[in-house]
């Protein structure tokens, strides 16, 4: 629900994008910024900023339900307890990258970027470890979230790729893990597994 929320705002706010959004040139934090090629664009700013803000907080539960599927050994519980926290640690990082628009709030924002990709990649990572200590547990979504770290760590702090067109893949890499892992969710708790 963050993910497809966060898709249709951002997608919204990129049709009346002034003198057009290039989808693969212009990061989504453009799409929030206060004033955009000279024009004010508060509309934007809000609308970003309640994507950003609504995918933090509704990532909450998502962290909450999947630490109940790793409670059978005391290392299940510490992995899964480390990457709750860490996943909702990232929740108001998330927020701060739409409320603290680039032009107006670049170091906040910056950081904000920086400590969301890292804290949500590391609680992927370490709930991966969990997956593939669970028995019940298919390890394809653990090499499934492994890769998607890969691939947010890359774009944040490998030089050369903290490009638009690969903000994208790291951005839509993270909403697909969260849908797949989600339909996990649903399946165990609906006990169709």
């Not at 049709?15 to 057009?20: L, M, Q, S, V």
């Not at 030089?159 to 969260?178: D, E, H, R």
Request: net charge neutral; proline share 4%.
């Amino acid at each position: 629900m963050a993910g497809i929320q966060f898709v249709i705002i951002t997608f919204t706010i990129m049709i009346p994008y002034p003198e057009g959004y290039s989808f693969l040139e212009n990061s989504f934090s453009s799409l929030g910024l206060s004033v955009t090629r000279g024009y004010p664009t508060p509309w934007n700013w809000f609308l970003f900023a309640t994507a950003t803000t609504l995918a933090g907080v509704l990532s909450i539960p998502f962290w909450l339900s999947i630490r109940t599927l790793f409670t059978e050994t005391s290392v299940e519980k510490i992995l899964s307890g480390l990457g709750t926290v860490l996943g909702i640690i990232a929740g108001p990082c998330l927020a701060g990258v739409g409320i603290f628009a680039g032009d107006l709030y670049g170091t906040e924002h910056g950081w904000s970027t920086i400590l969301f990709f890292l804290l949500f990649s590391s609680a992927i990572i370490i709930y991966s470890i969990a997956i593939l200590i669970n028995k019940d547990y298919e390890w394809v979504y653990a090499l499934i979230g492994i890769i998607v770290a890969i691939i947010c760590y890359t774009y944040i702090l490998a030089p050369g790729f903290g490009n638009a067109a690969m903000q994208k893949l790291a951005v839509y890499s993270l909403i697909l893990y969260s849908v797949f892992q989600g339909y996990k969710l649903l399946k165990v708790f609906n006990g169709n597994v």
